[in-house]
């Protein structure tokens, strides 16, 4: 079974990131053959600056592998190594409705907050069923915001089947829904473009202070909280504290008798635990750039291998061969 899945290098990656995308990845690389990639012609369609992609993507790399990703299991390559994905997107885009575009809410949302759209923009979920399909691509796993576009690409690889014959295999998204959303600080989904993010690899003494900088209502610590559960420190907490540890901390905000400001140092300090054996791996990952150099070019060369099978199917199948 192929499992495939793309991460932007569009900012730093945030615990959103690392529970709705990196830590499903890293466990299911036990249960079939991961690809895994930095997307970063995806990156282009929001972010026009140069050295920061380079160092996004390196930054990426580093944040992957520091997070379990082995390239033993699972092939990690940068998606710009293979620009046979914009071939088969030129291929794929012909047979796309552009009314199956217009209903896209990543651009819906993008353009209603008043990001003027580019074609890239538009495009962005043909690359992306170009990104699934090139290696016939069984399992996607993703968070909820993405799950209209691996629709989006099931719709496209059927209409290719019809239209040309059997060519590509129809994925499945896989959401993990106790996750399915983490709350960023202000309660929204947390996200690098709304500025509301815990990053995964944050400096100490800057991450505290978010943490500490939660804003809650003007209840006395005293006072019972029935809502205890959809307090976003406790969300949080769930996520990086072991169960039963964040369920006493539920129990007594619900009971009455925790202040904010105690449970925001909980959720600190369980926050930086958590992170502290992956922290000190990307710090050694680091200081050897040589290696991470390696692993994405041979990644970028066993991806090929497939892509080329699959491009070269769907090429005859259209008439292009
Ligand atoms: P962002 O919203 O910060 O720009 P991306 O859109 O680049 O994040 O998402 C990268 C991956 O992380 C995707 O698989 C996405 O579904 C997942 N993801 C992003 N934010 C969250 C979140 N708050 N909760 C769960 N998963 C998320
Ligand atoms: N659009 C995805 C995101 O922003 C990234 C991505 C690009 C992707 N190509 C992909 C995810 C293919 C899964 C499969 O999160």
């Not at 299911?28 to 992609?53: C, K, N, V, W």
């Not at 769930?238 to 619900?254: G, I, T």
């Not at 750039?289 to 692993?295: A, G, H, S």
Request: with cysteine.
């Amino acid at each position: 079974m192929r499992i495939l899945t793309g991460i932007q290098p569009s900012g730093t990656l945030h615990i959103g990131n690392y529970f709705g995308a990196i830590k499903p990845a890293v466990e299911l690389q036990e249960r079939g053959e991961p690809f895994y990639f930095i997307a970063d012609y995806h990156s282009m369609t929001t972010l026009t600056d140069a050295d920061q992609r380079r160092q996004n993507t390196l930054n990426v790399a580093l944040d992957f592998l520091a997070c379990g990703l082995d390239p033993k299991k699972s092939v990690f390559w940068r998606q710009s190594d293979l620009a046979e994905v914009c071939e088969l997107q030129w291929i794929l885009g012909s047979l796309t409705p552009m009314g199956l575009l217009e209903r896209a809410h990543s651009y819906k949302d993008k353009t209603a907050k008043g990001i003027s759209p580019n074609f890239g923009l538009f495009a962005y979920p043909v690359l992306m069923a170009a990104d699934i399909l090139l290696y016939d691509t069984n399992l996607v796993p993703v968070g909820r915001d993405q799950k209209q576009h691996v629709e989006m690409t099931r719709d496209i690889a059927i209409k290719f089947n019809q239209t040309y014959g059997e060519t590509f295999v129809i994925p499945e998204p896989e959401i993990r829904e106790e996750v399915a959303v983490v709350p960023g600080l202000d309660g929204q989904k947390m996200s690098k473009s709304y500025g509301n993010t815990v990053d995964i690899f944050g400096d100490e003494k800057a991450t505290r202070k978010k943490i500490m900088g939660i804003v809650m209502d003007s209840r006395t610590p005293a006072e019972p909280k029935p809502d205890a559960d959809k307090n976003i420190a406790i969300q949080l907490l769930k996520l990086v504290a072991p169960a039963n540890v964040a369920q006493e901390f539920e129990d007594r905000l619900r009971a009455g008798g925790l202040g904010y400001g105690d449970l925001k140092k909980a959720l600190f300090e369980h926050y930086w635990n958590y992170f502290s054996g992956p922290r000190q791996r990307r710090a050694e990952l680091a200081a050897n750039l040589d290696y991470v150099n390696q692993v994405l070019n041979d990644g970028a060369a066993r991806a090929r291998e497939k892509a080329q099978v699959v491009l070269t199917r769907a090429r005859k199948a259209c008439g292009l061969q």
